[in-house]
């Protein structure tokens, strides 16, 4: 029998036992251990280099005010998309409530900034790191009682937890400001680059975000999560600790999301439940993860990247007559007509396709391509 506890992908079979992703891990005899030399390499490392410059160099490159607001929520959208691809992607658990832990973060940073008085200026951005290890730690109980349920139940019981939580903003009006709303003190940025200081925060978090995914889908809690989404009860009864991994996940993914809650409140300057706890909100970044591929590391970032200013330009165009959602859910529709895998897992297998290999490299091109579903270097 073979080793419990560690699950691959190797081609299109997934195993259970000590089998290995080709190119990611070093053979020591029969047995295997993740190679920390194999987990970067220079392609990925050369992507992930290329995307931080990039993050740090749009302010400059587009100067217009209400252009760098746009790159702010595509920002803030790609991570957000991110951080719930740990839970719905990687885990496969449909998680539709992660507008509840936005408006967690949200409320609690428009607390910190009102009632506590931490102030204005840059310290309200020292609140992030304890309002995200906060939520994380917060949502654990709440986590354990919701992931003893799975498919259908537990989308319904997590949109649940996101009204609940919408309904207690409107009724603690003593914190939250009900249905008055709560204003957050304005940040006394120069006004010439007032949204640059957000923008690097939400830059920031989304870096930090896509680096917390890519540690995840290489390490052994990737593979562990791999086995829950492909089947949990063979997974569990093959030894892997299938309630803590699921637990990180949602904590992490939670954390995560309250964090850009956070900067969002800070940037708006004034909080409603029914927009800081909005179910469009979230499905928009589920829609963003579906689009540019769950389960990859870059495809909720593309996806972000192509429907986040689509989104903000339907709403502008559209927005009193609401008829932007329609145009929005049609534009998704069309695409997932077209790529139903994602945007990048099918351009990746379209590009296996054509590319010339030789039968010796075929089995290394099999897997580099099922890496981007589940695994692998840098995207």
Request: charged fraction near 10%.
């Amino acid at each position: 029998m073979t080793r419990l506890g560690v699950v691959t992908r190797l081609g299109s079979l997934t195993r259970l036992g000590s089998l290995t992703r080709l190119g990611s891990v070093t053979r020591l005899g029969s047995k295997t251990r993740l190679g920390t030399e194999s987990r970067i390499r220079p392609a990925g490392a050369i992507r992930g280099v290329a995307f931080v410059t990039v993050l740090a160099l749009l302010p400059f490159i587009i100067g217009q005010h209400w252009e760098v607001s746009l790159l702010v929520f595509t920002v803030m959208y790609a991570g957000l998309a991110c951080a719930w691809n740990l839970l719905g992607g990687y885990a496969g658990y449909p998680a539709l409530g992660h507008g509840a832990f936005f408006g967690v973060g949200a409320y609690a940073m428009a607390i910190g900034t009102a009632h506590l008085g931490v102030g204005a200026g840059y310290r309200p951005f020292i609140l992030i790191l304890p309002i995200a290890v906060g939520t994380a730690l917060a949502v654990l109980p709440i986590a354990r009682l919701l992931l003893r349920t799975r498919a259908a139940a537990f989308a319904v019981l997590s949109i649940t937890l996101m009204f609940m939580v919408q309904t207690l903003a409107y009724n603690i009006r003593s914190l939250t400001g009900g249905s008055t709303g709560l204003i957050v003190p304005i940040a006394p940025f120069p006004a010439a680059t007032f949204e640059r200081p957000f923008y690097y925060a939400m830059a920031t978090l989304l870096a930090l975000t896509v680096a917390v995914c890519w540690i995840v889908r290489t390490s052994k809690l990737g593979l562990a999560l791999n086995a829950v989404r492909d089947d949990e009860d063979r997974a569990r009864g093959l030894g892997v600790q299938t309630e803590l991994v699921k637990l990180v996940a949602f904590a992490v993914s939670a954390g995560l999301t309250a964090a850009f809650g956070a900067v969002w409140a800070y940037y708006l300057t004034f909080l409603y439940p029914g927009f800081a706890i909005d179910p469009l909100l979230a499905l928009g970044a589920i829609l963003m993860a579906f689009l540019g591929g769950r389960r990859s590391l870059w495809g909720p970032v593309v996806g972000a990247a192509l429907i986040g200013p689509a989104q903000q330009y339907f709403a502008y165009r559209f927005g009193a007559s609401h008829l932007y959602l329609i145009a929005y859910a049609a534009l998704f529709l069309l695409i997932i007509y077209l790529l139903p895998d994602g945007i990048v897992p099918s351009l990746a297998r379209r590009l296996n396709r054509i590319r010339p290999a030789s039968s010796s490299s075929a089995a290394h091109d099999q897997v580099a391509t099922d890496s981007i579903f589940s695994g692998g270097d840098l995207g």
